[in-house]
């Protein structure tokens, strides 16, 4: 039952016991145990924020003129309705007598347009209580680390939409239950959790955000026991049983990964040498008639390309040939056809894409210059296509279903398919990037007799399609950040979808030095298949130390 007592709104379910205030959560208490898992949460402070991206937030609760008013709904329901000097908002609590949960309902407005979010706050969190999150496929922290202080947007980074406090055999969690694919984040500031619902950009009218409820529930054990809930219900909602049914029959055979092959033919008779080929999964970089990260979305197979391709094949590997998903050249003929559907950023409205150039610092922000944008093809210049283009979609899997006609081959990889997110241009056909991304991935899933797709990243819309793919470490896609190595100790992301997306290792595998052995560990650790980046045939047959222990590992 929900109800109101005097200024607070209480909530008994078959598990907890929550009461709010003012919005806060400021108890919560499993029931079965009597443990509390808050405390000390000051709830004369505004529950709610709005965001407004380059300005800040403003609390909704404000000092001046605040009002806190209640309300009963139903025996199940009630609404504290809030206003301040500068916005209005409402927390909708409720209970899903089913399983238990609390759940929050957040929405806000205000009459300034440009309004990206509202956040719900969280404080209070008990001492002892670690977050155990889906950043960079699982990561458990202390709150109030500094590591975690960041806004973390769904899906990108945020990889799936749960966070779960847990202590020494109990603790509590907090997740969503969303088919849309609505955007969302997870704000951290200190100890301090914020949850976001997002409006669609463009957002330069936008007044209001909201629409997502929080579930809030208690549970015993460690942090698989509330990811399990949260897996069996990504497994209904997505109707995952067919998506399993589609993996190839060799899925959970590879025992070994090579990311960025280069294409050397030597490289594959020594591997042969030492592992099962069938074993092994090898992510084909440099095959194309173009230089890499050029040109796309022509992916012409060169003749070397064709004949390690074969090879590959011949002998019992598994290779997947490095295409694109929405990365394009700018210079390419077919970006008449696609240049009013580019990523821009829902903040700034700049171009998202990327270049390179070594002398210049590495990676670069695609150019705004419409001249520079259309001759750089030498910085690997490429802005990205939004996936909800039903032509972008058409143009990409008939550019690589054309190439795998060349060069035979049943799997292929798709680089960036961790890069949908909320957009200024967010609906394009009535589709967000992240709907989009997981339309296109089955497209090119389908293509022929059926592929076997990889891909860069997993969240909870890219483990749908893909069967494999690249998972960056904490912060540390091409190089090793400060931390990396207390940043992991929980396998969430292979724990909710191992079954359908393996991962495997990025950059920096080599095992030549000590940074290199962390990296190549911690990507075991958390679930990823042992994954080497190397240089020749020597480097298999005269391994290092890390590099022949992953092979003794792989055999």
């Known amino acids: 039952m929900v109800r109101i007592e005097g200024s607070q709104i209480v909530a008994e379910t078959l598990t907890c016991r929550a009461v709010f205030e003012n919005g806060w959560l400021c108890e919560l208490t499993n029931r079965r145990t009597g443990e509390p898992l808050l405390s000390g949460v000051d709830s004369s402070r505004s529950a709610l924020a709005l965001l407004h991206p380059g300005h800040g937030t403003t609390d909704v609760m404000g000092k001046l003129a605040a009002t806190v008013s209640l309300h009963a709904l139903s025996p199940t329901s009630a609404q504290f309705r809030i206003s301040g000097w500068d916005a209005d908002g409402i ?188 074993s092994v999964l090898l992510h084909y970089s440099q095959w194309r008639t173009d230089a890499y990260d050029e040109n796309y979305p022509t992916f012409t197979p060169s003749e070397q390309g064709k004949a390690v391709i074969a090879k590959a094949n011949a002998m019992g590997f598994h290779i997947m040939p490095h295409a694109n998903s929405v990365d394009m050249d700018p210079s390419h003929p077919a970006y008449a056809y696609l240049r009013e559907f580019e990523y821009r950023d829902v903040a700034t409205r700049r171009r998202l894409g990327w270049g390179w150039d070594p ?94 797709v990889g891909g860069e990243g997993i969240n909870e819309v890219t483990m749908q399609g893909l069967s494999f793919a690249q998972a960056h470490l904490f912060n540390s896609w091409h190089a090793t950040a400060d931390g990396l190595a207390r940043a992991g100790g929980a396998a969430l992301g292979d724990f909710l979808w191992g079954k359908l997306c393996r991962a495997f290792g990025y950059s920096g595998l080599s095992g030549a030095n000590q940074e290199s052995e962390v990296r190549m560990g911690l990507h075991e650790q958390l679930g990823a298949i042992p994954t080497i980046t190397i240089g020749g045939p020597d480097d298999i047959r005269q391994p290092n130390k890390a590099v022949a222990a992953a092979m003794e590992r792989a055999r």
């Open 91 to 278: 927390v909708t609590i409720s209970e899903d007598p089913e399983t238990g949960d609390v759940l929050v309902e957040p929405s806000a407005y205000s009459s300034r347009p440009g309004l990206l979010s509202v956040r719900w706050r969280v404080d209070g969190v008990r001492d002892d209580l670690q977050l155990v999150a889906p950043f960079f496929q699982g990561t458990r922290l202390p709150l109030g680390d500094p590591l975690l202080v960041r806004r973390w947007f769904w899906p990108h980074f945020w990889e799936a939409g749960l966070a779960i406090l847990e202590g020494e055999g109990s603790g509590f969690w907090i997740h969503c239950r969303d088919r849309a694919y609505r955007y969302k984040a997870l704000n951290i500031e200190g100890r301090e959790l914020g949850f976001e619902t997002e409006a669609y950009g463009p957002i330069d009218t936008s007044l209001g955000a909201g629409g997502l409820v929080w579930r809030i529930n208690v549970f015993e054990g460690d942090w698989r026991r509330p990811a399990s809930i949260y897996r069996d219900w990504l497994w209904s909602a997505y109707h995952l049983d067919e998506q399993q049914a589609l993996r190839c029959a060799w899925h959970q055979d590879i025992r070994f990964a090579v990311s960025w092959y280069n294409g050397n033919p030597d490289v594959l008779d020594a591997l042969a040498e030492k592992l099962d080929p069938r």
């Open 359 to 452: 002398v210049a610092g590495g990676v670069l922000g695609v150019p705004n210059s419409s001249h520079n944008l259309a001759d750089n093809r030498a910085r690997k210049v490429m802005v990205k296509i939004h996936p909800g283009l039903a032509m972008w979609r058409s143009i990409l899997c008939e550019e690589i279903a054309r190439a795998l006609e060349q060069a035979p081959n049943d799997a292929i990889f798709i680089d960036v398919t961790l890069c949908s997110h909320n957009l200024h241009q967010c609906l394009v056909e009535n589709t967000t990037s992240s709907e989009g991304m997981d339309r296109l991935i089955r497209q090119i899933q389908g293509l022929g007799g059926g592929l076997t």
